[in-house]
Structures are given as C-alpha cells and as structure tokens.
C-alpha cells in the first residue's frame, strides 16, 4: 500500500480532535497497517487551516467482486475487507477538530468525486459523525445501510448503587443467581488484572483458546481462528499497554478461571472488546454473565462513565445493558453504469424475494 506508514500529522491530530476513538487511535492504525497494509492502496488525506492540521482521514482502495463483476470500493480508515480476515472497526469517522465539518464534508465529497471508484463504504459511524453529512453529498444509484444497536451500561447514572443492585426483575434475580451458584461451587471470586505485557499477553492467548473452542461446538470459526487477526491484536495491545489504554481481566476461584476479557479503557470509558468463557458441559451456569457482572461493577466502583458492549445484538447485552445507540454500516453505489446495473440487479433481487415471502405467508395463513 502507498504510503502504508502512520503521517506524522495523524497523532498530534487524534490528541485534539473533536471526534477520537480508540479505532481510529494511531495504535490501531498502525497495527493495522502492519497486518494488512500489503493488501491495499489508498492515500492519506489531511484538512490545514493556517497551517493546523484542522482534519484527516485514510481512503483505502481495494477490488471486490459482486456477483462475478470486479468493483473499485473506497473504504474509510483501517477498516476494508481484506483477503485475510480483519477486526471489525466501530466509532468510525474522518478525524477533525471543531467548526470545520461543513468545509470538509463539501472537500472530501468533491475529492471523492473526481477520483475513479464503484462502491464507497462508510463502515460503524454514528448518525452524528461527520460522515454521516456526507452521504447526501454524493450522487448515487443506490445505497444500503446496515443499523446495528451497541448496548451500553451508563455507570456514572448509577452512582453508589453497585452495578448487580441496579438490575431488577428477571435480569437482576438471574445474574445474582448465577453468582450465589458459582461462589457455593467453587468460592469466593476474585478479578485479576493482568500486570505487565508480559502477562496481558498471556491472558490474551488463553482468552483466544476458550473463544475459539466455544465456537467450534457451534460449528463456526471465532474470532481468532485467523493468524492475521491474532498478530493484529497482539500489535496493538503491545502499542496500547504502555498508554494504559488496555485490560486483560481474568475472573477465578481458586485458581479455577470462569472467564477473561478483552478491554479497551480509553476516553474515561471501558469498550468491551472480545471474550473467552469456561463453558462446561451439562452445567447450566454463565460464566459469561458472571465474568462481565463483576467486571462492570469494579469498573464503576473506579469510576469510569460507561462500559459500551459495542455493536451487535446478543441476549447477554439485553440482561446487562439498559442503554443503547446505532452504529450504521453504509455502501454508496455510484450513479455510473456498472454500479447502476448492479444496483438495479439488487434491487430486482430483492423485490422478487419479497414477492416470494409474501406469498408464502399467504399460503401458511390459508
């Protein structure tokens, strides 16, 4: 990839930015670039203003193939499908410093248009990111957008309440359950954080070997079947440790490990990134939920503002989370002739997909 090193423009910006996030942080940039960099093209953009780097983003070029035609995608940031598998990218947006988003929506749509491309992919932004402005500045065939809800636990709401307190009904009676049952099993519980690197580490290859095996049983490869995905995480929590941006957190009683997680603590805030469980077959205990409970609850108890469960739907973030906001997932199809055809098949697809459906629930009705 051209210019696959970090610009010495991009950290001091990330510091004074109106908009940081921890997937847009040089530590996961770099690492990304690392792993997968040779699999790409693309060029860095910046915004000055009397010479401040006011704004910045990475457009990352690749061809993917829909339905055996080969399209030119724009990516935005470190965040484009490879030939390998990538980490997923969530808080996505062009860096930028306050009172200069109108200025560079207007460029970066300009700029956009008069480069050579089929599909733009505007991947895990929120509805306020900048971003979001410029998709109405881009003339287009068509376009989808994915929404995906990311639960998140509002601790500062909570004050001195502790964090199982606050659950109530159903949600709160089962996690305080799961608890009484594990500690009447096995003992009192204890959280460990890891120390040093060296032991981040180590957590972080025992967390990859219970996450993958859970699932293998459900006939699915996890997230750190890939080599590449693991070199990446194993980069970036290398960049992270000496930041303090990074926890690697075992839950055990007496030696007995129940479950690890993958954090990043950044912006006074905990994204919970990945996980690993002790499952054990037959028992109808959640590790799981036992894991993250008492995370959540140290994790207020030193007063950070909110755990963010990240974007997906899952029953454990509905137990857990009371809040929740909208990641969007958007790919721009150019108002040009194969995008147009592509978009027109698409639609035509799913037209007579729907047709099929309607008329199969007619005929269940009857």
Known sequence: MAGANLPSWWAPLFKTCHNPSIFVS???????LEVYGGDFKGCWVRWE??????????????????????????FLNATGASARRTPMAEYNDILHLAG????????????????????????????????????????????????????????TALGEIEFEASLTGKRGSSIRRNRRLYEKAYGNLEIVRAQN??????FFSELAVLHNARWRKKGQAGSFSSAAVVDFHR?????????????????????????????????????????????EDGVKLSPGLLTLALCIEEYRAKGYSEFDLLAGESQYKRVLAKHERSLYWTVIYRNALWPRLLWLARSLKWRMESTLRRSAQVTEDH
């Not at 040089?26 to 990304?32: C, F, G, K, Q, V």
């Not at 491309?117 to 003339?139: Q, R, T």
């Not at 690197?197 to 180590?202: N, W």
């Not at 006074?268 to 990134?273: A, E, G, W």
Request: glycine residues 8%.
């Open 49 to 74: 203003s009397g010479g401040i780097v006011v704004g910045g983003c990475l457009l990352v070029n690749r061809t993917i193939w829909k339905w055996a035609i080969p399209m030119k995608t724009v």
């Open 235 to 279: 980069r970036f929590i290398g960049r992270l440790w000496p930041l303090g941006e990074v926890d690697l957190v075992c839950v055990h009683a007496s030696g007995r490990v129940f479950g690890y997680l993958y954090n990043f603590t950044t912006e006074n805030k905990i994204y919970f990134f990945q996980s690993g469980f002790a499952y």
């Open 197 to 202: 690197l060296e032991e981040a580490m180590r």
């Open 100 to 155: 200069y988003e109108a200025a560079i929506v207007t460029d970066v749509a300009r700029l956009l248009q008069a480069q050579r491309w089929s599909l733009l992919s505007l991947p895990g932004y929120k509805e306020d990111a900048l971003v979001a402005g410029l998709i109405s500045h881009l003339p287009a065939a068509g376009k989808t957008t994915d929404e995906k809800k990311a639960s998140f636990v509002d601790l």
């Open 26 to 32: 040089p530590a996961w940039l770099e690492s990304w």
